[in-house]
Each structure stands twice: as C-alpha cells, then as structure tokens.
C-alpha cells in the first residue's frame, strides 16, 4: 500500500512540476523571417497573392499533392486559408493536423527604389497544456530553418517571374 501511495504521490509531484515549467513559456509563439529581393511590387504579389502560384515556390507542394480552390489550399494534412489580403500583405490561417493554427502574414516594404523587403511571420496561440507549450520550443528551429528555405525559393521564383514577364 505504501509503494501505492508513494507512486501516486510521486507522478503528482512531477505532474505539477512539468506543468509548473510549462507555465513560464509564452502562450504566444511567432516566429518570423525576412529576405531583401530586388523586385517590384507586381512581381512580388505575383507569386504571393495567388495560392496556386505557391506552388513555384513551397518545395512540400512538389512532394505532395495539392488542391487549390479560390483562397484555400489543402497540402497533405495542411489547410491554407487565405483570410485578407492588401496591396502589400496577405493574411493567411495555416492549420496542421494535432498543431494549434497559425496566424500567417507575409508582407513585402519598399526598402529602397526597386528593392522590397519581404517578411514572413507565424504567429500561434497555445493552450496551458504542457504538451503544447513545450512543442512550441521546436518552432524556432524547425519552422525557422523551413521558412528560410522557402523564402530562398520565393526570391528565385520572384526573379524568374521577372525574367519571364518582361
């Protein structure tokens, strides 16, 4: 009975102490990049704005497929909803399958004459959930690292686009 009680005891103590430290991370995590690309405005919303032009650029929709309809993408377990757009952003909902959404923004500022600075931010909310704070420790490494990649592919796209439409 005492080996009970003590077991008992003991994954309590540990429970509370994981919740504990799960507590001192943030309930909000954004992670976010930038790149400087030389382009105008037009090209850059030319492979921004339009879903089914993410394709020249997101490398997991190569790999996988890919529906596109209107202001909504389904990629593999991913759904991608385009909430609002301007001149110079769009705001998208980015849900994967057992994550919280994101909040998603990609925008592009005028740096200098013909240069743009394009930033691209995930924003997410987490429960208290231990589980789901401690899996936004990952966010920096792993999603940081994909969105530089995908950036470096947008800039191609960018300047091919370019290429193309002159």
Not at 7 to 27: E, K, N
Not at 86 to 91: A, F, R
Not at 97 to 107: D, K, L, R
Not at 149 to 165: K, P, R
Request: include cysteine.
């Amino acid at each position: 009975m005492k080996l009970i009680r003590f077991a008992i005891i003991s994954v309590s103590v540990i429970s509370i102490l994981i919740t504990a430290i799960a507590s001192l991370f943030p309930s909000v995590v954004i992670t976010s990049r930038a790149v400087e690309v030389n382009a105008t405005k037009s090209q850059i919303q030319y492979c921004v704005k339009d879903l089914s032009a993410w394709k020249g650029w997101m490398s997991d929709w190569k790999d996988q497929s890919v529906m596109v309809q209107d202001s909504l993408a389904q990629v593999g377990t991913q759904t991608i909803k385009m909430l609002s757009s301007t001149d110079s952003s769009v705001l998208l909902q980015w849900v994967a399958t057992g994550q919280a959404p994101y909040q998603v923004q990609i925008e592009w500022l005028p740096l200098k004459e013909g240069t743009y600075v394009i930033h691209w931010s995930f924003e997410q909310h987490v429960k208290w959930y231990p589980w789901e704070k401690f899996q936004t420790l990952l966010n920096e490494k792993v999603l940081g690292a994909k969105m530089e990649e995908e950036l470096q592919n947008l800039t191609a796209c960018i300047l091919s686009d370019s290429v193309a439409l002159k």
